[in-house]
């Protein structure tokens, strides 16, 4: 089976107006997944009129997200009576796969994820969206760690500039009680859906469950869900607190921004992980927010950052590189100092913040290192090799020389400082 030039591998799932196959690029040599609206969906004027705005509202994501926890949305195709949008394929699992009793993932796992997708919505609320059907089954786990966000087809613009759908939009399960009264809504739509998505995840039950829809939407809007702890009591009395503002009937008491909920789920990951040997991914997104050499790195740039990269702790007098011996790659001390020596002569100190081996990469001609580094204590040390960083994107390979050049700079005017003090 082909849909345009996509060779049809295998049907991954569906909804009730498209199916979702796992497709084959031939010009970009990789796998893609391709979202076909179905032909019988667009059989009467209103039904093709509201698939059409689905389709343009996933169609203007190829140029307004770009967030490694969401989809990527490569194209999007209106072919005679085709119409299919091509995103990045995900190797991994809907977290409706993790909402059973007996399936749920450890307590830690379910902060990062709700972390990463506070983040990923905070991307997309900058661009002014907001999803409106956040739910388990459109947030993917990859195998890699990372959450998904998926589906945006059901989003609108906050400010209104283009069509949007009309009506009550949405899973009933997860919807906010504005969503319901069909009122407007913004990101803290978004934040309850979230909410009921994280409390599922935590418990295997849902916190608004009726027999009907009719009786779902009215518990949503009316009633107070069971307590978290009722439901599983060794969780933090913090977790339970979290979702309390989360899932608020008025959008006045959530959270007042996506910041904001990341801030309080990574204060409580910090207090509940028990790992210390190996950082969250909270811990290092954080970690590079606070480095200097990523301080024009946008929080999508640092999130592509935190995956190219290799993460090192390493103990005191550790030779972090050797003088005099070739190298492809740089690195960057996040914590701790390092001595800087040549021939056995201590030149200078670095501290947390500053690059390390730099200018052998940045002259492959000459990749022998010119000095020592070893560490004066107990480092976290970021390294770069020369693939991960071509292999990028093109807009983060263009921060990476922007920082480069900065620093540049800045050590060109330290070394004129000096002389002129000298000379004075």
Known sequence: MQIGKYQIQTRLGGGATADVYRAWDAFLNREVAIKLFRA??????????????????????????????????????????????????VDGAPLSEYTQ?????????????????????????????VHRDLKPANLLLAKSGDVKITDFGASCLLDGSQTELTGMVGTPDYMSPELIAGQ?????????????????????????????????????????????????PELPPALEFLLDIALQKDPEARFPSWLSFAEHLSAIDQAVRTRRDELSDREKFLLLRQCRFFRIFSDAELWQVLRIASWHLLP??????????????FSILLQGKATVSRGGIELATLRAGECMGEMAYLTPDKPLRRATITSAGSVLVLKFRRASIESASLQLQSRFEQSFLRLLVERLEAANEQLAAALD
């Open 316 to 329: 005191p007098g550790r030779t972090l590189m050797q003088e005099d011996r070739p190298g492809n790659s």
């Open 40 to 89: 019988e969906t667009t059989a009467t004027p209103g039904a093709a009129g509201r698939i059409r705005r689905m389709f343009l509202n996933e169609a203007r994501l190829v140029r307004e997200l770009n967030h490694p926890c969401i989809v990527a949305t490569l194209d999007a195709v209106q072919d005679g009576q085709q119409a299919y949008v091509v995103m990045e394929y």
């Open 184 to 232: 407007d809504v913004d990101a803290r739509s978004d934040m309850f859906g979230l909410g009921v998505v994280l409390y599922e995840l935590l418990t295997g039950c849902k916190p608004f469950q009726g027999d009907t829809v009719m009786s779902t939407l009215y518990q949503i809007s009316h009633a107070q869900q069971a307590p978290l702890r009722s439901r599983r």
């Open 101 to 129: 009793p007996d399936t749920l993932l450890p307590i830690d796992t379910v902060l990062q994820i709700g972390f990463q997708c506070c983040m990923a919505m905070h991307h997309a609320n900058q661009q002014g969206l």
